[in-house]
């Protein structure tokens, strides 16, 4: 993996780059602003990825991260898919950073995610849409008696930590055909997938290296729930 230096936060043009394409998401001004973009948001990325990522592997070292910047790697690309979207802006107006872990592809696997805007960021752990093979799983695991206990305490270990908040909008609406509607997990049943989100970061805390510690100290918060749904692709 390439080398690169370590993070010392995100300069200021970096907040003003992403605020100023909200209100220019077309071609013409990105490409003549682009310069901007590879130095104040890709590079200082790259710098985060490595940083976190390596702090990262405490917590499990088979956490997965990578540098590049291409869609490949842990950076997100910031070219929207409009293909089925009446929404034709072709830019994303934010930073998304995945650190993945598990058999799979990384966005079908548990992960960490860093989403950074021009009005602050956060960081989330789980897995935002089950594949339907980790569907099956998730279920059956919540109806399981040990499985089904480790999940409960993830969730209390989770909770006690801070303000961290869970999935609170179920996909579906009734518990699925097999399971039974009064589990006391039923409502979690509804879900396709599960995850939780740390309390909002200010924007006054991207321009430090310090941003990297606030963001493994979420991580360590939310890694039970993380793990547990790691410990399912492992089943």
Known sequence: MTAFTPF???????LQF???????????WFNAHKPTYLDAIVAPTQAFVTDLGLRLKAISPDITFDTRANGQGSMMRIYRDIRFSQDKSPYKTWVGVVFWEGPGKKMQVPSFYF??????????????QFPKALLSTYRDALVDVELGREFDDAIVQVTASGDYSLYNQPHYKRVPRGYEPEHPRAQWLKYNGFGVSSPHISPDQFASPDLVDICYDHCRNMAPIQQWLVKLTRQ
């Open 8 to 14: 010392d936060g995100y300069p200021p043009t970096a």
């Open 18 to 28: 992403l605020a100023d394409l909200q209100d220019n998401n077309d071609r013409d």
């Open 115 to 128: 989403h950074l805007e021009a009005t602050g960021a956060f960081m989330y752990g789980g897995i935002y």
